[in-house]
């Protein structure tokens, strides 16, 4: 196998960055002071981290930071099943010290467990993934999850080779105030 590590400034990207991505979308790229460790050999890969998400700031050149007021940690593991399919799972920990939302407020330790399924049978693709939170905000509970899959059908055609593919996601929400529950 293949032993990799990294330590400093980075950025994580899973999967198809459904739950856990580089925040493209809001245009502000969360980059984390990180150590990194990962192995690898044919059919599987572990991988984990210790990291604290960076603090942007724009007074000065390099003035960027980041404190143990925000962790982030966790480990991955993959498993290539087959030539066309692979398993994967990862618990993370994300605590903060002080969190504040709409309904919650105080120090958050929230877990999160997730597992994806993805593979490909031509004509066919698939990726299915689940994942579910858990903890608390100060004395409120977490409790969510959420769930996503892409499927297609590509055609082969050696002139032409369109997808066909179907995508949906689904989350859970906070359909009550004040009711303890995040």
Do not use: C
């Not at 196998?1 to 400034?9: E, H, K």
């Not at 877990?111 to 858990?134: N, T, Y």
């Not at 100060?138 to 082969?156: F, K, L, V």
């Amino acid at each position: 196998g293949v032993l990799r590590a990294r330590i400093g400034r980075q950025d994580f990207e899973f999967d198809l960055e459904r739950f856990l991505s580089s925040r493209e979308g809001p245009n502000v790229r969360q980059s984390f002071d990180a150590i990194w460790a990962g192995w690898e050999t044919e059919k599987w890969r572990l991988y984990a981290l210790v990291s604290q998400p960076v603090q942007y700031r724009n007074d000065k050149p390099l003035d960027d930071f980041s404190t143990g007021d925000v962790l982030f940690s966790g480990f991955r593991i993959e498993r290539q099943v087959s030539n066309d399919t692979q398993l994967t799972g990862y618990y993370t920990l994300y605590q903060r010290k002080q969190a504040v939302y709409l309904d919650a407020a105080g120090e958050e330790d929230r877990h999160i467990v997730d597992l994806r399924f993805v593979g490909i049978r031509p004509p066919f693709d698939w990726d299915i993934e689940a994942m579910g939170q858990f903890g608390n905000v100060g004395p409120a509970d977490i409790r969510a999850w959420a769930s996503g899959a892409r499927m297609g059908y590509t055609n082969n055609d050696p002139h032409w080779s369109p997808r066909i593919g179907l995508q949906f996601d689904m989350a859970s929400g906070d359909g009550r105030a004040g009711d303890g529950r995040l």
